[in-house]
């Protein structure tokens, strides 16, 4: 297959629209602004919809409003749009809508830096919106991962009827590669229901933990509401169905946890040094373990492509395995390494940090190695 010639932005569009995604609705945002443009351009000729909305709190609402009318639905921002977007995320975890959010993520807080890449939003893609609520998230690294996450991202969605998110950081959204557009191995849109329109209980499901929600506008009549709701969608203020409500919406990707979470990992096994890192600093991170195992020196590198659910119990696995210690580059003050240190002792672990608005550079991570190997 020959390649083209793309960046990390436009890969992403070329995924979603490969994926089926036919209705996307943002606000223009440094520096995602691209999706939203190859999407205004490349949607019509589809037959799907694009809407510029008057702020990210309508985008995130229509994206929501088109998934419950049966389409595969899209939106993208930045740091100061996914904040305004964290309300309504969490009213999407909770009706279990599907829809994908693209954050590509900037410098903050508050305004910061609108060009410069960063990693500060780990911890809110976690808990941005209140509310122990479920959520899936990924993060390229390349444009070509741009590409075939954003295609897994609608997968993950409309399989596990959620929001799945993409941390796509500036250098990833703005280089260019030349990547291949393949044709995706499968496209995943949601289960119907089987009941009658008379029987439909919305919520009621089975052994998977996953409900079967008829669009809007196909014969069936249901409740959706931000409340605690029963099988019927309607709320409840019962505390049993409350509890078991918010366990079912953890279990349904708690048991999938083998098809949700995707880490690589590179020379690992007999490593002295692994380096732990998603997005750009992979990059840094790669070419420093290329150049030092040239030398002769024992360097593995751990890349996370999901980022929550947070891959501990393989990361402990991996830890229990080695007397390796963990580099973990990132463009935050340690939100990364500190999640890492539910799983590897504090002890272990070498933090590499930048909040300056430029990358990680192969000279800093030598030099945080000196002494160590």
Request: proline fraction near 6%; hydrophobic fraction near 40%; aromatic fraction near 6%.
């Amino acid at each position: 297959m020959s390649k083209i010639l793309l960046q990390g932005n436009e890969a992403c569009v070329e995924g979603a629209l490969q994926a089926g995604v036919s209705f996307f609705a943002g606000y223009p945002i440094t520096p995602s602004t691209e999706i939203a443009e190859k999407m205004a351009e490349k949607l019509p000729q589809t037959k799907g919809v694009f809407i510029q909305m008057e702020d990210e709190i309508a985008s995130m609402a229509a994206i929501i409003g088109a998934s419950i009318g049966g389409a595969k639905s899209m939106t993208a921002t930045s740091g100061p749009g996914f904040s305004l977007m964290q309300e309504n995320i969490g009213f999407a975890a909770m009706t279990e809508i599907p829809v994908v959010v693209v954050n590509v993520m900037r410098g903050g807080p508050s305004t910061g830096t609108p060009t410069m890449p960063s990693q500060g939003d780990f911890m809110q893609a976690r808990w941005g919106t209140h509310g122990d609520h479920p959520i899936i998230a990924l993060a390229p690294s390349s444009v070509q991962e741009a590409y075939d996450l954003t295609i897994t991202a609608v997968n993950m969605a409309e399989r596990y009827m959620t929001p799945v998110l993409i941390m796509m950081d500036e250098v990833v959204a703005h280089m260019r590669e030349g990547i291949e557009l393949r044709t995706p191995k499968e496209v995943i849109t949601r289960q119907r229901p089987t009941a009658t329109p008379e029987t439909y209980r919305p919520y009621q499901v089975g052994a998977d933990n996953i409900p079967r929600l008829a669009p809007y506008g196909t014969g069936y009549r249901y409740h959706i509401t931000g409340l605690y709701h029963d099988e019927t969608g309607f709320p409840t203020n019962n505390n049993e169905l409350i509890k078991s409500s918010l366990e079912r919406m953890h279990a349904k990707l708690t048991d999938n946890l083998d098809d949700i979470i995707h880490i690589s990992c590179e020379d690992t096994n007999d490593a002295d040094v692994i380096f732990l890192a998603y997005g750009s600093p992979v990059r840094s991170a790669r070419f420093v373990k290329n150049k030092l195992q040239a030398q002769g020196k024992k360097v593995g590198l751990i890349q996370l492509t999901t980022l929550w659910p947070f891959p501990h119990d393989k990361l402990r696995e991996i830890a229990g395995e080695t007397n390796a210690r963990f580099v973990v580059p990132e463009l935050s003050l340690g939100q990364l390494a500190g999640e890492l240190e539910k799983s590897v002792d504090r002890e272990r672990i070498i933090p590499v940090q930048r909040v300056d608005g430029a990358l990680i550079t192969p000279q800093e991570l030598e030099a945080a190695l000196k002494g160590v190997l």
